[in-house]
């Protein structure tokens, strides 16, 4: 509590020399709005991720349930993830390749239930963490990258190792 304090007396202190006044309540003022921004703005990225993984594993599940037509196991076509990459990439645009269809997918089989899936990490995550092979590795390198926030990817870039 201390240590923000201090950064909000520091911050405060910058963002005065720039302003139009250095009145001090009107300094406060001005980092009161900005800060209600910044939070703002992180919850709606977070709000964001959250949706955009969640459509992910979803696009993941209905290319495995079609393969499969209700059976144990799929009649996998090779051609199912290019033409739905070319049909789908005419009707949204870019995100749609076969590769990225290929991830979604396995991001299902990986995660078949969404209560698994971390709304804390990035598409871009889920894309290194599907490179392990081990399910242990994985959850492993999943709960670091959670724990580490921000920082995860150095985590996440030794899985390649």
């Given at each position: 509590m201390a240590n923000e304090n201090n950064e909000r007396k520091r911050d405060l202190k910058m963002l005065s020399n720039g302003l139009a006044t250095s009145d001090s309540e009107y300094v406060r003022l001005v980092s009161l709005i900005s800060d209600t921004w910044e939070k703002a703005k992180g919850r709606a990225a977070l709000a964001v991720n959250t949706e955009l993984i969640e459509a992910n594993?979803?696009?993941?599940?209905?290319?495995?349930?079609?393969?499969?037509?209700?059976?144990?196991?799929?009649r996998y076509g090779e051609q199912l993830?290019?033409?739905l990459s070319r049909d789908l990439t005419k009707l949204r645009g870019k995100g749609y390749s076969r590769s990225n269809l290929f991830n979604m997918r396995l991001f299902y089989v990986r995660f078949p239930k969404i209560q698994t899936v971390s709304g804390q990490l990035t598409w871009s995550h889920y894309l290194e963490l599907l490179k392990c092979d081990d399910p242990l590795e994985m959850q492993f390198y999943m709960k670091e990258c959670i724990n580490q926030g921000e920082q995860c990817t150095e985590g996440v870039h030794k899985i390649e190792e």
């Open positions: 594993w979803q696009t993941g599940r209905y290319i495995v349930e079609f393969e499969q037509h209700g059976n144990a196991k799929a993830l290019t033409n």
